[in-house]
């Protein structure tokens, strides 16, 4: 890969990757469901670059609030391939939605009030979002001791039921769907086989008929000793009720589909010595690569000026961001690594996943993103400046 020309801070996209990620699920979901649907989570990376991508490659866009489901149509998904859920839909587009044939997710009470304004001389779908706290369904999986969830309608509080009969109420809205997405700490495949066992159970219960059943997102991409799409899938059909088992199926990868095919790249700008200490100095920032700054290492590799010549630090190194934040420190070397100098380049791996929908506009607006392709890079980003930060604002 030519990189002559590359601006750091910035992304790079493995257009390949991305493709590969999508069509080795839906492999894996045509083995066992013929009726299945990827519907590719948009806040997970809304690059409109790789929502163009996931469409021609036949995902469906899930959307979580009015801006995402308009920006689905501008990107040009039809409006029968869209997933509309959580609580930050709009009035307008959550009807237009319904009347279009989207997969549309009831999330709150307010939107079952919206339905009733709809036409009656036509009958519609919609599924709903049951409410899943992991501590009680799969404790093994939760992140702590009380991993409940402020989303969808709970039935052990009767709510769920309750929602049901609203519905049906109206006199012309179809429960057709059922959506039952967390994401356990763990992704394990054990976790969403409860999750179906449990759901399966309610659907008996309340005696549903759906014609789908969105089982949500959550899951490992493509890595060495991880679940892999094949496993996700077997286990979704090994606790399935054969009756269940016609069901269109529908999954909302985001992760497990774009976090392995971005890098990120920075340069050394700069090098201190003091308290015991290395301080790395570089263009790129921690709100690029680690947005919820949670992580304490990365998948990365080093690319040196001058390898061949290049002594040992005798000191920790402290690889630091380039905004005026203490905390914006993404790792450190031990002494006895190789001593890094301006110039050399550290590139992360696997950042794909929410990196670029979170990253803020602090100090330094959005970076240059480019596209890896035969010919070489192609920049589809460009790196935002102040024309483009003070568009919409009146002073």
């Known amino acids: 890969m030519d990189t002559t020309n590359l601006h750091t801070p910035c992304f790079i996209l493995d257009e390949a990757e991305l493709v590969r990620n999508i069509r080795e699920f839906n492999a894996a979901l045509q083995s066992k469901f013929k009726q299945s649907i990827i519907g590719y989570s948009v806040k997970t990376n809304s690059l409109p670059y790789v929502l163009k991508l996931v469409k021609d490659n036949g995902c469906y866009a899930e959307v979580v609030s009015y801006h995402e489901y308009s920006l689905a149509l501008k990107i040009g998904f039809d409006r029968k391939h869209i997933i509309y859920n959580g609580p930050l839909k709009s009035r307008d587009t959550f009807l237009q939605a319904v009347c279009d044939g989207a997969l549309v997710n009831v999330e709150n009470w307010r939107e079952i009030d919206w339905l009733r304004s709809l036409p009656k001389d036509k009958r519609y779908g919609v599924g709903i979002r049951l409410n899943i706290n992991i501590s009680k369904i799969s404790p093994e999986d939760a992140a702590c001791d009380d991993d409940d969830s402020r989303f969808g309608f709970s039935f052990e509080s009767g709510e769920f039921q309750k929602a049901i009969a609203d519905i049906a109420a109206i006199g012309n809205i179809d429960v057709v769907g059922l959506h039952s997405h ?68 529908i999954v909302e990868p985001g992760n497990a589909i774009v976090a392995s095919a971005f890098d990120y790249w920075m340069e050394v700008i700069d090098v201190k010595h003091h308290d015991g200490k290395i301080y790395v100095c570089t263009d790129g920032t921690r709100n690029d690569v680690d947005p919820f700054f949670r992580k304490t290492d990365y998948f990365k590799e080093f690319v040196l000026t001058n390898p061949k010549e290049r002594p040992l630090a005798d000191l920790p190194q402290v690889i630091s961001g380039l905004s005026c934040l203490e905390y914006d420190r993404l790792f450190q070397l031990p002494a006895g690594s190789v001593a890094l100098t301006p110039g050399d380049i550290i590139v992360f791996h696997r950042v794909g996943a929410y990196t670029m929908a979170l990253s803020p506009l602090f100090i330094h607006y959005f970076p240059n993103v480019y596209v890896s392709s035969p010919s070489g890079l192609l920049l589809i980003r460009k790196e935002w400046d102040e024309n483009i930060f003070i568009i919409g604002n009146n002073f």
Not at 197 to 221: E, K, M, N, R, T
């Open 182 to 249: 967390r994401e356990p700490k763990t992704r394990s495949v054990g976790f969403y086989q409860r999750v179906i066992a449990y759901v399966a159970d309610i659907i008996s219960q309340c005696h549903l008929s759906p014609d789908y059943w969105d089982l949500g997102g959550g899951f490992f991409g493509i890595m060495p000793g991880k679940p892999t799409y094949q496993q996700y899938v077997d286990g979704f059909y090994e606790v399935l009720p054969e009756s269940l088992r016609c069901l269109k199926i």
